[in-house]
């Protein structure tokens, strides 16, 4: 078993460093937190330090010390599949699709929650959380209950069937929102203060986050420490393209691949206020939004991991777009056609506003690309499931969750 | 590139030998094949043989030679997971799941597909096909699709809906069977005779079916090379059962592993042919059979594979159990909530078996376990898909075919 190589928290935006333990921000400035590790032992050792399959043969690079608390139902050590077929569809040189719909419960979600529910083991929590358009709930739930922890699922009573089903599964504790889903995210929040239950949410928490770092260290290491010139990430609030952006430059700090890929942030156009604040230049504002077909690409207000992928953007020559739900829809036809990958909406909105940029020229068709599709295909359209529990506003939730914690 | 180890193709009844070839039966006697490979070699390099991950690490055991015509979407890998929480409830020393729910489209079937479709590149075919309840259909569509082949994928009209839309999806040439299922199979195999396309049925071909042998090799490597004391498979007409028990004794002759372990067959009730015959000591009998929610297993009669699996329970001391569809649907709950793993009830029959038969006393707790849990929870309910072709007889079969492939 290897040794994480953790070091510290460090604030992104005021520089503060705070020793490691569960703290959601800055104590200085209330900033976002990340990781550090020990770059000289990474840069001393190099892959070499690495052992095992899956998402943990990237331990040293994960905030989970204990080997007892690295919880797993066989996560990453997804396939990054060249797609000769599509490339030409697109009319690029090299495309490969980084395909996270085999992790086990079908999105790159499954990584997160690996390390978000290990860390709700090493601080002692008995209960995670998070609210959910349906990835995120079935995914924390599933670790959860791998770990033997409690999980309450938050989810918007408009989530579609099928993940509904997923979820009813996989918890015992499935809470239904027939609010407005804003207004659940800001009750759902104040709870987390509480501390009743660990924060699984993709807002604050580093070491939940943290896991999906390793979606770039095994798109490098199948690429034999030489990544694609250019990577498609999907955006809602940013937690997979923000820490795909990191582990990129944390390879090329301990010197393990020799440049950073350019990142592209990737967003439904009924969801897009990165991507048009980033083509403006703007200031990021938060948009009303309504329904898209990808549905975890569903945020209004990405909030402060918005203004981080922003400032990554921006400091490492990025891009953005976004494309249109019909787009969205014919490059899941596409890629199923063209290659048999049978991905959600979500998950190929990179491949759509790939599709988009190329044909806009924005995009230079010589270089070689990694597109993330980031959930499968298997989730969409199904029966409501037969059992739950509604809430409507911040007393009922919080009702439901002491009898359902007292239950326990 | 590793080479392939296969030499010849053998018959399962009288024991003639034929060389390496497109050939679905004996031509002596009309009995099944198996391919058998070079054991000196095997036997002389061990596992350092085996290179690459996926299951086309096992391409020394399997019996494609070209690594070009070797198609993948990243099937095999998939997680062997020991559940601590599940034993305890089954009251087992220790049970392991290898959960095949990660595969590409979500199945067992994955690891068939490849060799079937890799094996139609081998000999020159342009076209595949398959009669299925949903899940072959849409994983030999899929690997069709990523070869650049055409599919032929014909289905029942009562298939479940989220399996008709991810076959809708993967194939330009879906066909939704009208009259009754047995008489579907009887008239394709007319058509395999014609050879207008490669046959991916689950029935006579040796090449795809050894595919899903992989699945041995890799319980065994996870394991260390010392598998389980007992390994419970599902057996529908037998395919997933028969490629583990030939893997394992392939893997024992060739001295990789000590001794192989005991198989137990798993059935579900309403379907459960093999099991009676081999419960009963009397011979194989069809059954006229109604729905079960293990759709996958929905086999009445299983054919000359089905006598071939009780020939391997016989010699092998194996044993064999049928589940009630009510107490599939309570061991799918109960693995997503023990263990958070999500199945389909085709999936978690084999989990209801040996849950069964521990109760019963006729098998021992003492002993370690594994189940091979077949697919994904996350098939499970949805709406039709829009686009299909109907037919209703033989005819009107073929015409379909015809004008299909003509379209190509």
């Not at 918005?306 to 494309?323: P, Q, T, Y």
């Not at 596409?334 to 759509?352: K, N």
């Amino acid at each position: 078993m290897t040794d994480s190589l953790a070091r510290e928290l460090a604030c992104i935006d005021c520089g503060t460093v705070h020793p490691l333990g569960y703290r959601l921000e800055c104590e200085k400035c209330r900033g976002l937190l990340e990781l550090r590790y020990d770059l000289d032992v990474l840069r001393a050792r190099g892959p070499a330090l690495l052992a095992g399959g899956g998402l943990w043969r990237y331990a040293p690079v994960l905030p989970i010390a204990d080997p007892a608390h690295r919880v797993t139902l066989g996560e990453g050590g997804t396939p990054l599949l060249d797609c000769p077929r599509l490339s030409k569809v697109l009319g690029v040189r090299s495309l490969a699709v980084k395909f996270e719909g085999a992790n086990p419960t079908g999105t790159v979600k499954d990584r997160s929650s690996a390390t978000g529910v290990a860390a709700a083991l090493q601080f002692g929590f008995t209960a995670t959380s998070v609210v959910s358009s349906g990835n995120a709930g079935s995914s924390i739930a599933a670790y959860s209950a791998r770990a033997g922890l409690r999980s309450l699922i938050f989810a918007y009573a408009r989530a579609s069937a099928p993940k509904l089903l997923h979820m009813a599964a996989t918890t015992a504790d499935l809470v239904l929102y027939e609010g407005v889903y804003d207004d659940l995210i800001t009750h759902w929040d104040r709870l987390v203060e509480s501390r009743l239950f660990f924060d699984c949410g993709a807002s604050r928490n580093a070491y939940k986050h943290e896991g999906k770092k390793t979606i770039g260290y095994e798109i490098a290491e199948q690429s034999g420490w030489r990544p694609p010139d250019v990577v498609v990430a999907p955006v809602a609030v940013g937690e997979t393209f923000i820490a795909a952006a990191r582990g990129f430059r944390e390879m090329r700090d301990a010197g393990w691949i020799p440049r950073v890929p350019r990142m592209v942030a990737a967003q439904a156009t009924r969801a897009n206020a990165i991507s048009r604040a980033f083509r403006s230049g703007r200031p990021l504002e938060p948009l009303k939004i309504g329904y898209t077909v990808a549905e975890g690409l569903a945020a209004g207000n990405p909030g402060r991991k918005g203004e981080w992928v922003l400032r990554l953007l921006r400091d490492g020559r990025g891009a953005a777009g976004d494309a249109e739900d019909e787009q969205i829809l014919e490059a899941q036809r596409t890629l199923a056609r063209t290659e048999g990958i049978w991905a959600g909406p979500t998950g190929v909105a990179t491949l759509a506003v790939l599709g988009k940029m190329l044909a806009a020229k924005e995009l230079d068709p010589a270089q070689s690309y990694c597109a993330i599709v980031s959930e499968t295909g298997l989730k969409t359209e199904a029966a409501p499931p037969s059992r739950a529990a509604t809430a409507f506003d911040f007393d009922s939730l919080e009702r439901l969750v002491e009898q359902r914690l007292a239950r326990a």
